[in-house]
């Protein structure tokens, strides 16, 4: 038994995949991140205070103290903006990339299978 030579071409994505996949990927670290800062907010002071007071990371540079609108000056958030954003990364991106590559058409056979 051998192999078709047409088979190996295949890989078994469909055309516009890789581009589908870094703009979902993306887009979905950007919506990680965000949600990620929100939750971090929610975390250090609750629910309440952050919707009653409209709190926000005023800025967030690498290695120093993180700045929120209320004046606070957060040491150590990072670790926790981090691990909150990659599991969120992970639960929203692999299902929605899923999703629309399952929209995107099949994939065209070439070869001598499609001639017959």
Same mark, same amino acid.
């Given at each position: 038994?051998?192999?078709?030579?047409?088979?190996?071409?295949?890989?078994?994505?469909?055309?516009?995949?890789?581009?589908?996949?870094?703009?979902?990927?993306?887009?979905?670290?950007? *919506? @990680?991140?965000?949600? #990620?800062?929100?939750?971090?907010?929610?975390?250090?002071?609750? !629910? $309440?205070? =952050?919707?009653?007071? &409209?709190?926000?990371? *005023? @800025?967030?540079?690498? #290695?120093?103290?993180?700045?929120?609108?209320?004046?606070?000056? !957060? $040491?150590? =958030?990072?670790?926790? &903006?981090?691990?909150?954003?990659?599991?969120?990364?992970?639960?929203?991106?692999?299902?929605?990339?899923?999703?629309?590559?399952?929209?995107?058409?099949?994939?065209?056979?070439?070869?001598?299978?499609?001639?017959?």
């Amino acid at each position: 038994m051998t192999a078709d030579p047409d088979d190996a071409s295949d890989t078994g994505l469909r055309p516009y995949a890789t581009p589908l996949f870094i703009g979902c990927g993306l887009a979905t670290i950007w *919506v @990680a991140y965000q949600a #990620g800062l929100r939750l971090c907010l929610v975390v250090l002071y609750g !629910l $309440a205070r =952050v919707r009653s007071e &409209h709190l926000r990371f *005023v @800025a967030t540079p690498k #290695g120093a103290d993180w700045i929120v609108s209320n004046g606070d000056h !957060l $040491a150590g =958030v990072g670790p926790l &903006h981090y691990a909150v954003s990659v599991v969120l990364w992970l639960v929203i991106c692999p299902p929605i990339f899923l999703l629309l590559h399952r929209l995107l058409p099949e994939r065209e056979k070439t070869g001598t299978a499609a001639r017959r």
